[in-house]
């Protein structure tokens, strides 16, 4: 029999052989296994096999999720296997069935990205883009005019994932002027209070040394923004290698041709110490939906929050109401009221879709309840 310090030594090495450590499992992520172990024990019939421990999700196509146990880079083999009823996207942490044929189980994800999946006048529905991402780096290209607005709701949906947002501006290569580039940042900083900033060029590598900070730790951060604004191209540099296709944007109007069209956990080539992370890249998207319930809102717009909290009254909806300190700021001209307006879209937007779910839980229910009727 050993001593206690034996058997400490053991399960350390144990766990710090665990090939899945490299792809982002932790201790937080041992607990909430356990957890949902025991709540799967509790209100099943049967106990999820106990040999089968949770693999990462690489990749999805068509219904199949390619499923990690460890880095390919270690020699372990990924296993293929279907989504059959289960909601999966790249990152999240599944179970697989113990005759190896699909995904048993997902488990709670930490974070996740996510946005409206459908256009105008269908039902609402989200569409994950991303699970369990630490950070992600929202793109924007400097040759193209600043766009704050689109900052403004990538900023809500990335406060909202659980994520920490970080504004990469890309393609400075094709920059004349310094003060160009400087218009561009302080226009979209403006915009963004309190993220961090990364002027790029994903092509040259100005500036993509200091991107592997977010990613040490085995964290996972996903790439987003609009098609043609570099993803793919910083992916590549910063893999080192040709991983990623990528395409050039159209001469006119700087749009991509939605070149990247399936999302992907890509390895970060490891370090002396070995804990380089992930990146996933994405494709781009055209319109951002608001998916929101959490505090993005709040937190993208903290500046008008703050402002907000001097108002005289607590309902102030910032209109006509007297004491409304945050149309004194406007006012002032210390608040853009472009700015003000677009969050007020942005709650609208919000609370519509909140109205939206609601109606829809209801019709749910009565369908449940006449088919529960004899
Ligand atoms: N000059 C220059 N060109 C760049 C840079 N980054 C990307 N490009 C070019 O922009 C075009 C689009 O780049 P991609 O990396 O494919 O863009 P993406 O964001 O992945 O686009 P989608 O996959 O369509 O969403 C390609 O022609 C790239 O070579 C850069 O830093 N400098
Ligand atoms: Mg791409
Ligand atoms: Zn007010």
């Excluded at 999700?57 to 390619?66: A, E, I, K, M």
């Excluded at 160009?180 to 963004?192: I, M, Q, Y």
């Excluded at 399936?262 to 781009?284: K, M, Y």
Aim: aromatic share 6%; glycine share 8%; charged share 25%.
């Amino acid at each position: 029999m050993g001593s206690w310090e034996e058997c400490l030594c053991e399960a350390t090495v144990t766990y710090v052989n665990d090939p899945r450590m490299a792809l982002g499992w932790n201790v937080t992520w041992d607990v909430t296994w356990e957890s949902t172990r025991s709540e799967v024990a509790k209100n099943q019939s049967h106990a999820l096999d106990g040999t089968n421990l949770p693999g990462r999700v690489s990749r999805l196509d068509r219904g199949w999720s390619t499923v990690w146990y460890g880095p390919p880079s270690m020699g372990i083999e990924p296993v293929r296997v279907r989504n059959i009823g289960a909601e999966v996207a790249v990152g999240d942490w599944v179970v697989v069935s113990a005759d190896g044929e699909k995904v048993e189980m997902v488990l709670p994800r930490h974070s996740a990205f996510m946005r409206r999946a459908s256009f105008e006048g269908q039902r609402a529905e989200a569409h994950t883009i991303a699970a369990n991402i630490d950070v992600v780096f929202l793109l924007h290209a400097l040759v193209s005019p600043p766009n704050q607005r689109r900052l403004e709701r990538e900023l809500v949906l990335a406060f909202d994932s659980g994520a920490t947002p970080v504004l990469i501006l890309t393609k400075l290569d094709l920059m004349e002027s310094a003060a160009e580039v400087k218009h561009c940042v302080d226009t979209l900083e403006a915009v963004a209070p309190g993220v961090d900033i990364h002027v790029v060029s994903g092509i040259r590598g100005d500036g993509l040394e200091a991107l592997l900070q977010y990613a040490k730790g085995y964290r996972t951060v996903a790439l987003l923004g609009a098609s043609g604004v570099g993803k793919s191209t910083i992916v590549n540099t910063l893999v080192g290698g040709q991983v990623q296709s990528t395409a050039a944007v159209r001469e006119g109007d700087q749009r991509g041709r939605h070149t990247t069209t399936a999302v992907q956990l890509v390895a970060l080539p490891s370090d002396p110490i070995g804990e380089a992370g992930w990146l996933i890249d994405t494709p781009g998207v055209r319109a951002v939906s608001l998916w929101s319930s959490g505090t993005g809102i709040e937190r993208a717009f903290a500046d008008v929050f703050t402002l907000s909290e001097k108002c005289r009254f607590r309902d102030c909806k910032h209109r006509e109401e007297p004491g409304c300190a945050v149309s004194a700021a406007v006012i002032a001209g210390k608040l853009d009221p472009r700015r003000l307006d677009s969050m007020k879209r942005l709650v609208a937007e919000e609370a519509a879709l909140e109205e939206e779910q609601k109606a829809r839980l209801k019709v749910e229910d009565r369908r449940g309840f006449r088919k529960r009727k004899p």
